[in-house]
């Protein structure tokens, strides 16, 4: 499934960030995510916030 294999690709992607960070000192990296799929963007958030990053999202409707 597509999904799941975005999910792998995210906690990996954000484990690798939040080990640099640690590393250098920083304490948390924060993202924004703007995106036009509320579930979408909701579930990556939880992805990003269960590896110990500040998700803020915006989800926008897409036009008509």
Known sequence: C???SL???LRSLAARVSRSHARQ???V???LLVE????????VAD??????MAVDVRWM???P
């Open 2 to 4: 597509r999904t799941r």
């Open 7 to 9: 999910i792998r690709t």
């Open 25 to 27: 000192g920083e304490t």
């Open 29 to 31: 990296m924060r993202v």
């Open 36 to 43: 036009d799929h509320q579930e979408l963007v909701e579930t």
């Open 47 to 52: 992805v990003l916030r269960s590896e110990g």
């Open 61 to 63: 409707a897409r036009p």
